[in-house]
Nanobody
Framework: QVQLVQSGGGLVRPGTSLTLSCKGS????????IGWFRQAPGKEREFVAA??????KMSYADSVKGRFTASRDRSQAYLQINSLQVEDMGVYYC???????????????????WGQGTEVSDSS
């Protein structure tokens, strides 16, 4: 059973930085490709970022390019958020898929495994 446990959300002020983490339960974490999605209140879930198995390939939504950085190590994936904007608030989800090649997926339907979500809220 693949489990993803997220941490790092909370009350934050626009303009500040935040790092979200996504830890995998399986020892085969290196075989997973990780995606990040978010859902703002009243809106559809949207793709934010993705990082390949090797960590060498990333993909970002246009709205977050230059501010968000997706990365990973042997056991966790991370989403660094800089210059947080009000539009960035919402519930963030990490997702995983077993991927043979070093590619990234941008559609939620490509990911069978999901974290529990972590909320990023405006504290101002």
């Amino acid at each position: 059973q693949v489990q993803l446990v997220q941490s790092g959300g909370g009350l934050v002020r626009p303009g500040t930085s935040l790092t979200l983490s996504c830890k995998g339960s399986s020892g085969q974490f290196n075989d997973w490709q990780i995606g990040w999605f978010r859902q703002a209140p009243g809106k559809e879930r949207e793709f934010v970022a993705a990082v390949s198995r090797s960590g060498r390939k990333m993909s970002y939504a246009d709205s977050v390019k230059g501010r968000f950085t997706a990365s990973r190590d042997r056991s966790q994936a991370y989403l660094q958020i800089n210059s947080l904007q009000v539009e960035d608030m919402g519930v963030y989800y990490c997702a995983a898929r077993f991927e043979r090649w070093d590619s990234v997926g941008v559609a939620g339907t490509e990911y069978p495994y999901w974290g529990q979500g972590t909320e990023v809220s405006d504290s101002s």
